[in-house]
């Protein structure tokens, strides 16, 4: 049978799950509003992240109390993700960087759609809608 935490732990750990959601709908709300694939790209990587820490911190506090020794276990979580977030978005700015290489390359007058709100090319993107007009 469990034993009840006390209150100082089950509002801390309520208050750091309470935060991670917060930091979760910030993102999803920065991914919905920002328009550039490189503006999309830092809500979910910085985000995410801290709501990660929020859940780890939640995780070691809810089991150090309830097993009343001191549970490490999460830190393998945090820790792996917090080596990866960082690397998986600059392979994703490095794609991207790629992609845009290619299509020049190749002498394509058109911008691809996903690349027609971006901040860095604001001049090709008035070229195109210029020219798709009669």
Not at 116 to 125: G, Y
Request: charged share 15%.
């Amino acid at each position: 049978m469990m034993a009840e935490l006390p209150i100082w732990a089950e509002w801390s750990v309520a208050l750091l799950l309470a935060l991670s959601g917060v930091f979760t709908l910030s993102a999803a709300v920065g991914v919905a509003r920002f328009k550039s694939f490189f503006q999309r790209m830092h809500p979910p990587a910085l985000a995410f992240s801290f709501s990660a820490w929020c859940v780890t911190l939640a995780t070691i506090i809810y089991f150090s109390v309830q097993n009343e020794r001191l549970a490490l276990h999460a830190w393998l979580i945090i820790i792996f993700l917090s080596l990866t977030v960082p690397v998986t978005t600059i392979l994703l700015a490095r794609t991207e960087l790629f992609r845009r290489r290619t299509a020049q390359d190749q002498g394509h007058d058109e911008i691809p759609p996903s690349l027609i709100h971006d901040v860095a090319a604001p001049q090709q993107a008035q070229q195109a809608q210029k020219a798709q007009t009669p």
